[in-house]
């Protein structure tokens, strides 16, 4: 029997798992598919991250641009924006924290008031700032104040990371048009752009290279059924 609360971003009972450790055998009846392959190289989430800090500035790439969305686990969030035609890269990590190249094992304590966050580098002549807003809110639940789904601390909290004054505005219309389409308050923060982390290698394309414990999570998370509670016809299928 596999213990959901076993398998996410979260820590359990204090102590980080081992997200790098892929899941050996799933349950037959939940029709899972993937790639298991075990992955032998156990990382050392105790040492400092010292090779993944870079800032939220623009691309240096001058046709590119970059946005940052935080929407709970990172594990969840590259896949809807790597689809999206024009997206040139994810990279998750963390943001809006307090203490430089935080680890995955600090970030999820609570302690260094970093979220997990998505960067989203595009080329904006070929898919608009507005369609990326789209696609991270029927992908989060604007209305939890406590996290994402089954990750709840502040960690885990939905905001959208503006790095110009249009997206700003952007952001905050779209926000509007949720909170009018969803008739309840929207928890989703809205904040200027600060220094972004990227997260340790194991958690890059997680989707692809743990494709088992990926889909094992997102199940048991409960994430795809809130979703189509929440956005009906207009909620991401995965």
């Not at 990326?132 to 992908?139: D, G, M, R």
């Not at 249009?166 to 219309?173: D, G, H, S, Y």
């Not at 779209?174 to 923060?189: C, G």
Request: hydrophobic share 30%.
């Amino acid at each position: 029997m596999i213990s959901f609360s076993a398998l996410g971003c979260t820590q359990i009972n204090g102590a980080e798992q081992n997200a790098a450790t892929p899941i050996a055998t799933a349950q037959p009846d939940l029709a899972i598919s993937g790639n298991s392959t075990p992955n032998t190289d156990s990382p050392n989430t105790d040492s400092p991250n010292t090779a993944n800090a870079n800032t939220a500035s623009p691309s240096a790439d001058p046709e590119l641009s970059t946005a940052i969305f935080a929407g709970g686990c990172f594990w969840c969030m590259e896949q809807p924006f790597d689809q999206l035609p024009g997206v040139v890269s994810t990279t998750s990590g963390y943001t809006g924290g307090t203490v430089e190249n935080p680890t995955y094992a600090e970030v999820s304590g609570g302690s260094t008031g970093h979220v997990e966050a998505m960067e989203v580098r595009y080329d904006p002549q070929q898919v608009s700032y507005e369609k990326l807003l789209t696609t991270f809110w029927h992908n989060i639940d604007p209305l939890d104040n406590r996290g994402q789904f089954c990750d709840q601390g502040s960690q885990y909290r939905s905001a959208i990371f503006y790095d110009t004054a249009e997206q700003q505005a952007l952001a905050e219309a779209s926000k509007n048009e949720i909170a009018e389409q969803l008739d309840q308050p929207i928890a989703t923060d809205i904040l200027p752009a600060a220094r972004f982390y990227d997260a340790e290698d194991y958690h890059q394309d997680y989707y692809q290279t743990h494709a088992v414990r990926y889909k094992v999570y997102r199940f048991g998370c409960g994430r795809d059924q809130r979703l189509s509670d929440l956005w009906g016809a207009e909620a991401p299928s995965h």
